[in-house]
């Protein structure tokens, strides 16, 4: 544990990284949360409803990640 913290921090790619990661996660969690909420009680769509949402949103992410990785060493 100790070696892949110190890897981490003498590694600036890697720290970025992990941060960023930090960061969808905790920006993620609160819309995981209070999407059923919202389609419910603001839209009035119902499961249906949030299924096309959390659909949308994993089909936006695979595309994020393969224009990502399609980028090469940009």
């Known amino acids: 544990m100790k070696e892949g913290a110190r890897y981490v921090r003498g590694n600036t790619i890697v720290l970025g990284l992990l941060f960023l990661t930090l960061l969808t ?9 209070l999407l059923p909420i919202f389609t419910e009680d603001i839209l009035d769509v119902g499961a249906r409803g949030l299924g096309v949402l959390f659909s949308v949103s994993g ?7 393969l224009v990502l990785a399609s980028m090469g060493n940009r």
């Not at 996660?25 to 949360?33: G, N």
């Open 25 to 33: 996660v905790i920006l993620s969690v609160p819309f995981q949360f």
């Open 59 to 65: 089909v936006g992410a695979l595309v994020g990640s």
